[in-house]
């Protein structure tokens, strides 16, 4: 990451809310119950160009616009509404006094909109499910809301000798990929999408069997979601496969601010430190959890791993975060710290 670009983006996450009234002048939306969404919509916009020109990614607003043009169309909102918006966005960000932040999120911004205009969505729109077999089985009962009939299936994934990787892999980490792709595209509410990301935690809990002293290997890993992200199922999955391979683990969970990191590294004194992000706007997060410890620890630094949906916007965001390497999932994440 230069120091150019953080000063960027930092210039307009300081203007957020003066680009959000640019915006919404351009868009002629008058005060009213309209006006407060559309702030909100808005300033997330600009938390996402935020990101992308910190660390000079325009993958990560072309793949937002994606997501975001998935949404306009659930909400039967015309693509002349989008391209209003883009525009508006655009004459928004003439206001920034600093010329180079100025420069730097009209060239995000232009390259990531061309970006977005000549790929194939990510989003399958047909109605088709991206899961099959038990995994299909799995989300079924979550969506039917039976949770019991859920771990009744996982358990018995485990008695017929299916490993506990797998089940984690194969079948609940598709199944909960699916469940957002869902949430996006309208066909279930908030509310379904939480019971069964709550679940799924619940079951995570009842099948991951307590380590064995004799399995320990000496070796401790300290594992978090960066300070602002909810999303810890990830995470989750590879605090519990490195404690089945022996590792002693301190599992902090969601929303883990920098300063209670340092200070489990202080008290805990791991050979790895992996952090996760699902949403790109916590990727700054990342990176400053990262400073705060390399900092901290000048001479006795933990090995730094990187995971989450968020890092497979582009490939070498986890270097542009200040990590020593990056896994897609928790069984990658064992093969490099093995490595």
Request: charge should be negative.
């Amino acid at each position: 990451m230069k120091p150019d670009q953080r000063e960027a983006a930092d210039s307009i996450r300081r203007s957020r809310a003066t680009l959000v009234e640019a915006a919404l002048a351009c868009l002629g939306i008058i005060p009213g119950p309209k006006q407060e969404k559309a702030k909100e919509d808005l300033g997330w916009h600009f938390d996402f160009l935020a990101e992308a020109v910190q660390f000079g990614e325009t993958a990560i607003f072309s793949h937002y616009l994606d997501w975001l043009s998935t949404l306009f169309e659930r909400l039967q909102l015309t693509p002349a509404s989008l391209d209003q918006t883009l525009e508006a966005l655009k004459a928004s960000l003439m206001s920034l006094s600093a010329e180079a932040a100025k420069d730097q999120a009209l060239a995000i911004l232009g390259t990531a909109i061309e970006e977005w205009r000549s790929q194939t969505s990510r989003w399958d729109r047909s109605g088709a499910s991206k899961v099959e077999g038990i995994s299909q089985d799995y989300l079924d009962c979550l969506l039917e809301g039976n949770k019991a009939e859920a771990l009744l299936l996982m358990e018995g994934l485990l008695r017929e000798g299916l490993g506990l990787p797998h089940i984690y892999l194969d079948v609940i980490q598709p199944a909960q990929r699916e469940l957002g792709r869902l949430w996006l595209l309208g066909r279930i509410n908030s509310a379904q999408e939480h019971f069964c990301s709550s679940s799924t935690q619940f079951i995570m809990a009842r099948l991951c069997p307590p380590t064995h002293p004799r399995f320990r290997r000496g070796k401790r890993l300290v594992a978090a979601a960066a300070g602002g992200e909810f999303h810890d199922i990830g995470i989750r999955m590879v605090s519990d496969l490195f404690e089945l391979q022996g590792w002693e683990t301190y599992f902090l969970g969601a929303n883990s601010p920098g300063e209670s990191v340092v200070k489990i590294i202080m008290e805990w004194k791991p050979e790895l430190l992996c952090l996760s992000a699902t949403l790109p706007t916590h990727l700054s997060l990342v990176a400053q959890t990262i400073d705060q410890v390399r900092e901290a620890f000048p001479s006795d630094l933990p090995r730094i791993l990187v995971g989450g949906l968020a890092f497979e916007e582009a490939p070498k965001l986890w270097k542009a975060v200040g990590a020593d390497a990056w896994g897609r999932d928790a069984q990658e994440a064992l093969g490099l710290a093995s490595a």
